[in-house]
């Protein structure tokens, strides 16, 4: 059975940093691609980054190019997302979610969340 | 403003069929295949359908449909558990310099 489980939210001061983790299991994660989409408070969902599965292309949305940066360890199983200069924008569930076949955009799996929360 | 469109709420009584819509453009959903995810309360999202493929475990009262610049899903006997928002996503290959993965706005299912 897939299972995501994500950790290292929180809550920080605007400018601050945060890393999060996803731990993966129950899959080949050395052979999925991988997302990490967030949802704001009472809005719909967003994707933020996306990360091929031996780690070489990476992608992000605008509003985050330069200040995330999205990465994995296969010998570990486990995807990240380094957060810097956040801002009271970037608070939101972060999700992370593996993709379904390589190169895709779609979701097959999804964690349960993390909460990061940016305020001063 | 989201690139994909949904209607912003959709009901229906049990055992009804109903049918949310995404509707995109050639540079989205004419060109590549629509994913529906599920989301209850504030749980964490659910795949239901990619294209018109049902992932495993799905009940098969669930359909999806592609056509042109529109992609749907269909519920054929609504149960109460079908109470959710629903999302659909694909890839957009002209918003950004990479292409990204975009989301309609999300659509609030309520069974009556």
């Known amino acids: 059975e897939v299972h995501l489980v994500e950790s290292g939210g929180g809550l920080v001061q605007p400018g601050g940093s945060l890393r999060l983790s996803c731990a993966a299991s129950g899959f080949t994660f050395a052979t999925s691609w991988m997302h990490w989409v967030r949802q704001r408070p009472g809005q719909g969902l967003e994707w933020v980054a996306r990360i091929s599965d031996d780690g070489v292309s990476t992608f992000y949305v605008d509003s985050v190019r330069g200040r995330f940066t999205i990465s994995r360890d296969n010998a570990k199983n486990t995807l990240y997302l380094q957060m810097n200069s956040l801002e009271v924008e970037d608070t939101a569930v972060f999700y992370c979610?593996?993709?379904?076949?390589?190169?895709?955009?779609?979701?097959?799996?999804w964690g349960q969340g993390t909460l990061v929360s940016v305020s001063s | 403003q989201s690139a994909l469109t949904q209607e912003a709420s959709v009901s229906g009584t049990v055992g009804q069929k109903v049918t949310l819509s995404c509707s995109g453009n050639n540079n989205n959903i004419g060109t590549y295949t629509v994913a529906w995810y599920q989301q209850v309360s504030h749980g964490a999202p659910k795949t239901v359908m990619f294209g018109n493929s049902l992932p495993s475990g799905i009940p098969d009262r669930f359909s999806g449909s592609q056509s042109g610049t529109t992609a749907s899903l269909t519920i054929s006997g609504l149960q109460p558990e079908d109470e959710a928002h629903y999302y659909c996503s694909t890839w957009d290959y002209s918003l950004s310099e990479h292409g990204m993965t975009v989301f309609g706005g999300g659509t609030k299912l309520t069974v009556l």
């Open positions: 979610a593996k993709i379904t076949v390589p190169a895709s955009s779609l979701i097959d799996y």
